[in-house]
């Protein structure tokens, strides 16, 4: 089955600071890889999401790039904020009735 | 459009007992997943349900069971309950194959 390596376990940056994130996976048949941010006490959020015939999608202040023949994909976070703090998932799914195969997840500590 | 719904948000049983949550999918979704989440596991994927059919499911024991109703609407029992079973239990879903999925709050399972 699919696997998903997720690094670093943890990163602290300091306000306007950028921050990447960075996930392998190991199913070359995976074509769709979203990003989750969990805040304590509630449920993961979708932030973005990038399929496999794009390598890179923007919405502003984030990004997902997506290497294909590497098997990687990065979570980049530019001018970061307090509120950015959280913890954040990467995730890989196949085609059809795939399911999602989370990384173990990056907490991200944005000091003022 | 109403979010992803769980039912209840917390709760505490005793070893042995039994337990049941409920998920309400966003309007229009057929899929629902859930998930077991804790510190040391991550995000682990229990079963997911299309359509009222059980179409993948994770490497749990038979204690963990669930159903979906033709209203999309999902239950996950578990039986004969562990203090490992303790955890944040998640639902998420999508409308179809292909698509984005959207997690609940969580369901705070605490065994004593």
């Known amino acids: 089955g699919e696997n998903v390596e997720q690094h670093p376990s943890t990163l602290s940056v300091q306000e306007g600071d950028s921050a990447v994130i960075k996930c392998t996976y190991s199913?070359?048949?995976?074509?769709?890889f979203p990003w989750y941010k969990q805040e304590l006490g509630k449920g993961p959020q979708l932030i973005i999401d990038i399929r496999s015939n794009v390598g890179e999608k923007k919405d502003q202040r984030i990004a997902v790039t997506l290497n294909k023949t590497a098997k990687h994909f990065s979570l980049h976070i530019t001018e970061t904020q307090p509120e950015d703090s959280a913890v954040y998932f990467c995730a890989a799914r196949g085609r059809g009735y795939s399911t999602l195969t989370f990384g173990k997840g990056t907490m991200l500590l944005v000091s003022p | 459009k109403a979010g992803v719904t769980q039912t209840p948000r917390y709760l505490i049983k005793t070893r042995g007992q039994q337990v049941t949550l409920s998920c309400s999918p966003i309007?229009?979704?057929?899929?629902v997943s859930w998930y077991q989440q804790t510190p040391g596991q991550g995000l682990q994927f229990l079963f997911e349900y299309f359509s009222e059919t059980q179409r993948n499911k994770g490497n749990f024991p038979g204690r963990f069971s669930g159903r979906q109703f033709s209203n999309s609407r999902s239950e996950m029992n578990v039986s004969t309950l562990e203090l490992g079973d303790s955890a944040l239990y998640l639902c998420a879903s999508r409308q179809g194959q292909g698509d984005e999925q959207y997690f609940g709050p969580g369901t705070r399972l605490t065994v004593t």
């Open positions: 309007s229009g979704h057929r899929s």
């Open positions: 199913d070359s048949a995976s074509n769709y």
